[in-house]
């Protein structure tokens, strides 16, 4: 039986940047980006679909950001940082990014009502006002949602959205309470930074890319639809590095899952790494990769965690050790080398989820 073709989703926490620094930093609060998107949806991230168009799924998130949240005229676009959760569900794959978008002008650069076909608004907002949001409600009156001043039914009003302010889902909560967190714990910006794919990358981070394959025509590709949806037969790996710091010596583990549907990167990462789990001390996760494949309906996902054990006596006959130098792979040599520097801004493995993650 042949894989499942997955939707892929990509969703952006914006924060707001500032070309000057007209106030100053103690006046200053952490400001984010919400949509207020139609009804019956409530205000939420930017966010949707990735599309065969899309080049990768960084991509993606600046688009939907763009068609939800901003004014026609914006000329500025949304700069994505950080890759802050990988979720993943049966048939359906989430990527949540950090961004940041610069809007120093009096008048902002957001949407604002009526809006168009994508939203109503967008505002920024501090993380003091998104709690004042209520949590979702379930079967609201249609007619609590209705501007009182016209019979026709159409979506919230500006009025009705700033009197009853509720939020679609958990995601703008747990992201934007994720990065205010580490602002005022004054602690690096949480998952792995976005790198580019090149001959200079960085050893670590995150990693979206479009195969460079000899691509077909347009007439060629195939692509795959459900309801309406792109969707993509997304193949899984993982590339586990084990170090064992008493004996200072590395070993490599490779796992490929075709059909995505079988099992999570999370429960594939779990299982490599529980078989070192009674002298593992440390976990982590250095590089994510994502590589959409040119015929317009395959695409590659593959992580690389790293585990640190304190001796590799007495289990894993079959794992070779070796020291770093030893290492055939050219890219495991450097990710040996760059986690024994211990200057790694690595993630925590909760990066990568079996399921979308909840309040």
């Given at each position: ?34 949509v ?13 679909g990735?599309?065969h168009?899309?080049?990768t799924?960084?991509d993606a998130?600046?688009r939907?950001t763009i068609?939800?949240?901003a004014?026609?005229?914006?000329g500025?676009?949304?700069?994505m940082t950080?890759?802050l959760?990988?979720?993943?569900t ?5 990527f949540i990014?950090?961004?940041e978008?610069?809007d ?6 957001l949407?604002c009502p ?8 967008a ?11 209520k949590r979702r409600?379930?079967?609201?009156p249609?007619?609590?949602?209705l501007d009182d001043s016209n019979?026709n039914a ?7 959205s ?8 958990h ?8 990065l205010e967190?580490?602002l005022?714990q004054?602690?690096?910006?949480p998952g792995?930074?976005l790198c580019?794919v090149?001959d200079g990358d960085?050893v670590v981070?995150?990693?979206f890319?479009?195969?460079k ?5 347009a ?9 309406g ?6 193949h899984l790996?993982c590339?586990?590095?084990?170090y ?9 583990m490779s ?5 995505q549907?079988?099992?999570t990167l999370?429960q594939l990462?779990?299982e490599m790494i529980s078989?070192?789990?009674?002298s593992?001390?440390?976990?982590g996760?250095?590089r994510?990769?994502?590589t959409?494949?040119e015929?317009g309906r ?8 790293y585990a640190?054990?304190s ?9 070779k050790w070796v020291?770093?130098?030893?290492l055939a792979?050219?890219l495991d ?7 024994l520097?211990?200057q790694?801004?690595f993630?925590?493995?909760n990066?990568?989820r ?6």
């Amino acid at each position: 039986m042949s894989p499942l073709p997955s939707n892929a989703f990509s969703l952006a926490a914006i924060v707001r940047s500032y070309k000057t620094q007209k106030q100053s930093q103690e006046q200053k609060k952490q400001q984010y980006v919400l949509v207020h998107e139609r009804f019956p949806r409530g205000w939420w991230l930017p966010g949707g679909g990735i599309e065969h168009k899309d080049s990768t799924p960084v991509d993606a998130a600046v688009r939907e950001t763009i068609e939800e949240a901003a004014l026609p005229q914006c000329g500025d676009l949304p700069v994505m940082t950080h890759l802050l959760s990988l979720e993943q569900t049966q048939g359906r794959i989430r990527f949540i990014f950090r961004g940041e978008w610069c809007d120093d002008d009096e008048q902002s650069i957001l949407k604002c009502p009526p809006g168009d076909d994508d939203s109503i608004e967008a505002k920024w907002i501090t993380w003091e006002e998104i709690n004042n949001f209520k949590r979702r409600r379930k079967h609201i009156p249609r007619e609590q949602w209705l501007d009182d001043s016209n019979d026709n039914a159409h979506p919230l009003s500006s009025t009705t959205s700033v009197n009853h302010p509720w939020l679609r889902a958990h995601e703008p909560l747990t992201f934007f309470g994720m990065l205010e967190n580490s602002l005022q714990q004054n602690e690096s910006i949480p998952g792995l930074k976005l790198c580019q794919v090149g001959d200079g990358d960085e050893v670590v981070g995150a990693f979206f890319s479009r195969s460079k394959e000899s691509c077909q025509s347009a007439s060629e590709v195939q692509t795959l639809t459900i309801q309406g949806r792109a969707t993509f037969l997304i193949h899984l790996k993982c590339r586990l590095l084990v170090y064992d710091s008493e004996n200072q010596l590395f070993a490599t583990m490779s796992s490929f899952v075709d059909d995505q549907n079988e099992k999570t990167l999370r429960q594939l990462t779990d299982e490599m790494i529980s078989q070192f789990a009674s002298s593992t001390f440390e976990t982590g996760l250095q590089r994510v990769e994502y590589t959409a494949h040119e015929n317009g309906r395959d695409a590659t996902l593959t992580v690389f965690p790293y585990a640190i054990t304190s001796s590799n006596q007495d289990f894993h006959n079959d794992v070779k050790w070796v020291s770093k130098d030893e290492l055939a792979d050219s890219l495991d040599q450097r990710l040996a080398a760059h986690l024994l520097s211990g200057q790694g801004n690595f993630a925590d493995l909760n990066i990568l989820r079996g399921t979308e993650c909840t309040m």
